[in-house]
């Protein structure tokens, strides 16, 4: 009986649709509505792949530019160890904050796929986990805001800044990342959207000369992000309206896997260098 009385407090499904979003927004997600099934569980964790291949693809970015700075480097100093593929038109990136995005985001895939796996018996487990999934997606919106906006010239590097004030804002970002992971990450994807539509709108400068991505061709890419996002947005948010509806965690994870993929070529180009090696 006692059970049965504390059902409305501990199952989601127990409660009104306002009542899960109240939740979310104050960073109160509970252990989830999804994985109702088997084919729900399923479908949720091989869509949690994904954001596997879109750190993959930061992190081979990332390898490549840091080894074309090298070989620029190289040249520079007349040592001959370059090869003729290095590109003097493509303005240097970050590779160290793109590989922090690439990792950030192969642990978001880690995270989602940890929260599913985790049986709907063991509540207190599944609303760990789903925290845990929900501060990973801030730590990774954080990396992408800092690496998108660095790429499109919206953090310029050449910006003073107190090492030791970086340090404790970073801190301090990431604690609050991990008691309001949704009001963080609500933030930092402003800050990358922001981003996404600087690199539409300008490019980084020298991509044309390879002719890798015009205007056109960014400008679509970021009506592609755009669709993507909302669809992104709409799922998530549909997920706690109609809970019995099937897969729409599924939707929301292809989605906004696809929605960081653009989003990703809106901000570093679509050229992506060959790895070193």
Not at 18 to 44: H, I, Q, W
Not at 209 to 234: I, K, M, P, Q, T
């Amino acid at each position: 009986a006692a059970f049965a009385d504390d059902a409305p407090r501990t199952d989601p499904r127990a409660k009104t649709a306002k009542a899960r979003l109240r939740d979310l927004a104050t960073s109160e997600p509970g252990m989830g509505v999804a994985d109702r099934n088997a084919l729900e569980r399923c479908a949720n964790v091989l869509t949690s792949a994904p954001f596997f291949l879109c750190g993959r693809d930061v992190l081979r970015r990332a390898a490549a530019e840091k080894q074309r700075r090298i070989e620029l480097d190289w040249r520079d100093r007349g040592l001959g160890l370059h090869t003729t593929r290095v590109h003097d038109s493509l303005p240097p990136m970050n590779h160290e904050k793109m590989r922090r995005l690439g990792w950030a985001l192969v642990g978001v895939g880690v995270a989602a796929a940890a929260y599913h796996l985790a049986p709907r018996s063991k509540r207190a487990l599944r609303t760990t986990l789903r925290r845990v999934d929900y501060t990973a997606i801030a730590l990774a919106s954080m990396a992408a805001s800092d690496a998108y906006g660095d790429a499109v010239g919206a953090c310029p590097s050449h910006r003073v800044r107190l090492p030791r004030t970086k340090v404790v804002t970073e801190n301090v970002t990431i604690a609050t990342a991990a008691k309001f992971p949704l009001l963080v990450s609500a933030a930092h994807c402003a800050l990358s959207e922001a981003a996404f539509y600087r690199g539409a709108r300008s490019g980084r400068r020298g991509r044309e000369s390879e002719g890798s991505c015009d205007e056109s061709n960014r400008l679509r890419v970021w009506r592609e992000h755009v669709a993507y996002a909302a669809a992104a947005g709409f799922f998530f948010v549909a997920e706690e309206v109609w809970p019995d509806f099937p897969l729409l965690h599924a939707a929301w994870h292809v989605t906004g896997a696809a929605a960081m993929r653009t989003g990703t070529t809106c901000a570093f180009g679509e050229h992506v260098p060959a790895s070193p090696g």
